[in-house]
């Protein structure tokens, strides 16, 4: 090749046009597949990315195995980047770390000695000052490599080779988990049992097509290094490993310690998987600080090796549940492990399994790794046969092939003449020492020719017997078990499950003391909340000139809601009410009420119910109760009114009637069906009038009667209410004689 050359065959200085959009889309579309296979997504087989593969595998060349020594990480970190890794030794280093924290991976691959770093998220000691060498798990995933187990591709520099994939006799994938972003996919798959892992393994060789219901009676779950308690559903989970995407939510274990008197403290011993401790208890001291959990005293971590937080409650009355429930929902005491098993098969082509599907690819590929070795050592059995035959040969013509050897000019041409003897037969009778003429090492050549004729026929019916291999197999699998069982210390599950509902908790009102109040509101505007039930509210006192407008029984538990005459409604937390001593505080210094503006209703919160309103133009609708909560002062605008026109009235939906009054004296009654449901708006026609405007209405039952309460308190029943029924925005007709004078249903405005 030319100096004007380059290696394409094109001219150093030539210029190759290409669209843009190609370029881009070639070149990040390498980039793309590069980084899906060689960096992010770990191989369904052995469950390793290529940089832990390549870690493994060079303290496999350096002989770092369990019984050894240990050996400085910058060696291995060193002989990783110079042969298999182009890449920062940073990285190569925090990739070797992880392989050794037992609180990141469940079964860890590389012992550690030294500062691997800790739970509160300190980071490890520098690698001069770290040593590692592998752990019988590490081991396991490397067992039968120089068996031709596996394929070998040149390294990156191509001056060596590196396997493509481990022999994976341990279930790496799903016993250690793997997390990882690639271009436009990622993969999260959170550690889980090995034992649980080897039984469903075990009844899927006998049972190929088993469903995956019955593989979750075998891997119960997420088996989580740091412990927890997982409070996903059954279903949610079924769902997940169905499909291969979903997540778990896990909570931190704890229990109640007794400190006397009465008082107790809450110690916290697991932390959900992958939180940092120390960023954790900042939380909750920040939660402290702020006053969002006004509930919590204090925090300290008394953690050693073992975790211990201990939690002080501001008092002994605050039940222990309630205090930890309102916790999980404001820190990281309780998390969610997402589930996205997302890798590469056997054929490195990405995609999603479900857990039928990465247990069998795991099954398969030990079934290779068995095929190619067993094939291996056939191999060198048949080679190793060759040679004895020759031996066996020379043995019984031992004059002849001395004669042949002494005075022939080409002994080796002769031997395989005359004996019809292979080269390397040759060969090997040619190499004989004549110590090895003995009669003794022919009787030891006879029973090694022997012993390996019989391992041939041995490995032959192997190679030719699916059942005998998945017998095999199944033995492999059964020795992991033991290894790794639920009696062992590694082996034993960390992470249990809680079939306990979650508790509703209301932040707002768990903590406060249930009892009975009274809430009463004045016509000028003033509220207080009295203790206990008023039965007469003529004992009740109040400013000169004022009297009660509303009074609502209720629980300091309770919302208060208020409706206004601007349509809008207030809510109004009621253990935060001002008491009963005086005559209380005005209303409108809690919420931004207009001058002009007055409440038309007072009523305790129930989010089930339905509510009628209406304005004194006529119009009116039905609204979800539900939805008229307000989050601020300036309350939520449901009943929109404007000019002169004001709301009236806010009643709940007690029947399937609805009764109008107008400020002329006619009654209409109508089907409640004819009325919407909205959410915000001026609503539609309630009763149509000449003069005036609506003055007040009402639901009731067809069966029970229309009904309408004096000023003293009685009720009467309107009789022949019939005649006033009709079709919604009608007119209706005069009320009958002895109805209210001030034309209302209900004079003390009840809800």
Not at 140 to 161: M, Q
Not at 227 to 256: C, N, Q
Not at 447 to 452: A, G
């Amino acid at each position: 090749m030319s100096d004007t050359e380059t290696q394409n065959g094109l001219p150093a200085n030539s210029i190759i046009e290409e669209h843009i959009d190609d370029a881009l889309s070639s070149r990040y579309l390498a980039y793309a597949l590069s980084t899906i296979t060689m960096r992010a997504l770990p191989d369904v087989r052995d469950g390793l990315k290529p940089v832990h593969r390549r870690i493994l595998y060079a303290m496999r060349q350096l002989k770092l195995n369990p019984e050894g020594a240990h050996k400085k990480c910058a060696r291995i970190v060193g002989d990783v980047m110079g042969q298999y890794h182009p890449h920062g030794d940073q990285s190569i280093y925090d990739a070797l770390v992880k392989l050794s924290q037992s609180f990141s991976a469940r079964y860890p691959l590389v012992d550690g000695q030294g500062n691997f770093g800790n739970i509160d998220g300190d980071s490890a000691a520098a690698m001069r000052y770290t040593e590692a060498k592998m752990t019988a798990a590490g081991v396991a995933l490397l067992v039968g490599i120089d068996e031709n187990a596996v394929d070998f591709i040149a390294t990156y520099n191509e001056e060596d080779e590196e396997p493509q994939v481990l022999p994976a006799g341990f279930p790496n994938l799903l016993a250690n988990g793997s997390t990882g972003i690639a271009v436009g996919m990622a993969t999260s798959i959170p550690p889980h049992n090995a034992a649980e892992i080897c039984d469903a393994a075990l009844h899927l060789i006998k049972t190929p097509n088993a469903r995956i219901e019955t593989l979750m009676q075998y891997v119960k779950g997420p088996d989580l290094p740091t412990g927890g308690i997982i409070i996903e559903p059954k279903d949610s989970m079924l769902e997940a490993y169905k499909t291969g995407k979903g997540g778990f939510k896990v909570r931190a274990r704890w229990h109640v310690e007794d400190i006397g008197r009465g008082q107790y403290q809450v110690i916290v011993t697991e932390i959900p998987y992958q939180v940092q401790k120390s960023r954790l208890i900042e939380k909750l001291a920040e939660l402290i600080e702020t006053k969002k959990v006004p509930w919590l005293a204090d925090i300290r971590d008394e953690s050693a090796e073992d975790i211990r937080i201990v939690l002080e409650p501001k008092s002994k009355n605050i039940e222990a549940s309630l205090l930890m429930e309102s916790l999980f929902k404001l820190s990281q005491l309780e998390s969610r492990v997402s589930l996205n098993m997302n890798v590469l098969d056997a054929t490195r082509t990405p995609r999603v399994m479900d857990l039928r599907e990465v247990i069998q690819s795991w099954l398969d590929h030990r079934r290779e790794v068995l095929q190619r070795r067993s094939q291996q050592r056939l191999d060198k059995i048949e080679d190793r046969m060759e040679v004895l035959e020759g031996y066996r040969i020379a043995y019984l013509n031992i004059d002849e092939v001395i004669r042949i050897i002494r005075f022939e000019d080409e002994p080796k041409k002769e031997l395989i003449k005359k004996f019809k003897l292979t080269e390397r037969q040759a060969d090997a009778i040619l190499n004989m020492r004549l110590r090895a003429l003995n009669k003794l090492q022919e009787i030891e050549i006879q029973s090694e020719y022997d012993e390996l004729a019989a391992e041939k026929k041995e490995i032959k019916s192997l190679l030719g017997s699916g059942k005998k291999q998945w017998v095999i197999i199944s033995d492999e699998v059964k020795a992991i078990k033991e290894t790794y069982g639920p009696k062992t210390e590694i082996g034993a599950r960390r992470t249990t499950f809680s079939d306990e509902p979650d508790i509703e908790l209301d932040l707002a009102t768990a903590f406060i003391n249930k009892e009975p109040i009274t809430v009463v509101l004045s016509t000028k505007g003033w509220i207080r909340a009295m203790k206990g039930k008023v039965d007469d509210v003529s004992t009740l006192k109040f400013k000169e000139g004022d009297s009660a407008a509303f009074v609502v029984p209720a629980e300091t538990t309770d919302k208060i809601i208020l409706f206004g005459s601007n349509g809008k409604f207030y809510t109004l937390s009621a253990d935060k009410l001002p008491g009963g001593r005086g005559n209380g505080e005005p209303v409108r210094l809690m919420i931004d009420l207009e001058d002009d503006h007055v409440p038309v209703g007072l009523f305790v919160h129930d989010e089930t119910r339905e509510l009628l309103v209406g304005s004194n133009e006529g119009y009116g609708f039905r609204v979800s109760e539900k939805d008229i909560v307000a989050s601020t002062r300036g309350g939520k605008q449901v009943l929109n009114v404007k000019g002169d026109a004001e709301a009236v009235r806010c009643v709940a939906i007690r029947g399937d009637k609805i009764a109008c009054i107008g400020e002329n004296r006619k009654i209409l009654v109508f089907d409640l069906e004819e009325l919407p449901i909205m959410g915000r708006g001026k609503g539609v026609r309630l009763q149509k009038y000449k003069d005036g405007g609506l003055a007040d209405f009402t639901t009731f039952n067809a069966d029970d009667g229309l009904v309408f309460v004096d000023s003293a308190g009685r009720t009467n029943a309107v009789k022949e209410w019939e005649l006033h029924s009709g079709k919604r925005a009608g007119a209706g007709r005069m009320a009958p004689r002895g109805f209210s004078r001030i034309n209302a249903f209900a004079p003390d405005k009840r809800l």
